[in-house]
């Protein structure tokens, strides 16, 4: 029998964190695409405008992991990922607030 120490499990609990994280990764993506005929519905819209719901998280995402990356070797890792989750959870609650595809 094995005795492991609470650091070992530590660890652990922190790749199955990363782990989820970087599965949810692709659903981020593709659930503005499949709700866009809904989205369409609901709050109107062009395609062009519609087409933009999934360009602009892309590109947000896309330059917000370059600076976190920088500000994670500044300020840590650990800390600058719970930030992240933390703004992409507030994000999120904020957007389904949205009356309209324009806001």
């Given amino acids: 029998m094995q005795i492991v120490d609470k650091k070992s499990w530590n660890r652990y609990w922190v790749l199955i ?5 970087g599965l949810n990764l692709p659903l981020e993506y593709t659930g503005p695409a ?7 519905t609901e709050l ?4 062009i405008a ?3 719901v999934i360009n602009a ?3 947000s995402f896309g330059s917000a992991v370059m600076a976190a990356g920088a500000l994670a070797d ?3 890792r650990k800390k600058m990922f ?3 989750i933390a703004g992409f959870t507030l994000f999120f609650v904020i957007s389904t607030c949205w009356v309209n595809v324009a806001v």
């Fill in 17 to 21: 964190a990363v782990c989820i994280a």
């Fill in 34 to 40: 499949v709700a866009l005929p809904a989205i369409q």
């Fill in 44 to 47: 109107g819209g062009s395609g």
């Fill in 50 to 52: 519609l087409s933009w």
């Fill in 57 to 59: 998280f892309a590109l």
């Fill in 74 to 76: 500044q300020y840590g």
């Fill in 82 to 84: 719970v930030i992240g």
